[in-house]
């Protein structure tokens, strides 16, 4: 959970400028399985493990490339860390990870459309966040996520 929690991290940063990405991203994800999980009938406790998936395909995709230590034992690229995940869940639970792949699935259906320009963060919230209220009391975590 460190190591989610690191990286989910490093994303936040990334949208240090404009945070309202970020708060669309995670708004995204978690809609995304909180809707899914009761159509194909999966259990609602398992949608916060599944949203740090959505965070960690979104992280490797982000980072492709990138090598990544795991406690100094082996060394994996950035892009094959969601597919550890899901072994590591397999290997540990022994079931298939159902659940790991519907996080990897809608992290990879965000990034697409946000790649592709389908999905951009709405008005109404960019107007929010632009209110000086919001700029004035944000300021302090900007200056700390640079």
């Given amino acids: 959970m460190q190591f989610v929690w690191q990286h989910m991290g490093q994303l936040e940063r990334l949208s240090s ?8 991203m995670t708004v995204f994800g978690a809609l995304a399985l909180i809707l899914l999980y009761p159509v194909l009938g999966i259990s609602m406790k398992m949608v916060g493990h599944n949203l740090a998936t959505f965070y960690v395909y979104i992280w490797a995709r982000t980072f492709e490339g990138s090598d990544v230590n ?6 994996l690229k950035a892009e094959m860390m969601p597919w ?23 992290g990879h259906i965000y990034y697409y459309l946000r790649n592709k320009g389908l999905l951009t963060v709405p008005a109404v919230v960019q107007e929010w966040f632009r209110q000086p209220r919001i700029r004035k009391a944000y300021a302090p975590f900007q200056e700390a996520l640079e």
């Fill in 84 to 106: 550890f995940f899901c072994l590591q869940t397999f290997l540990l639970e022994q079931e298939v990870p159902l659940a790991d792949l519907i996080g990897i699935v809608v």
């Fill in 17 to 24: 400028k404009n945070p309202e990405d970020f708060v669309v």
């Fill in 70 to 75: 795991f406690m100094d034992f082996f060394t």
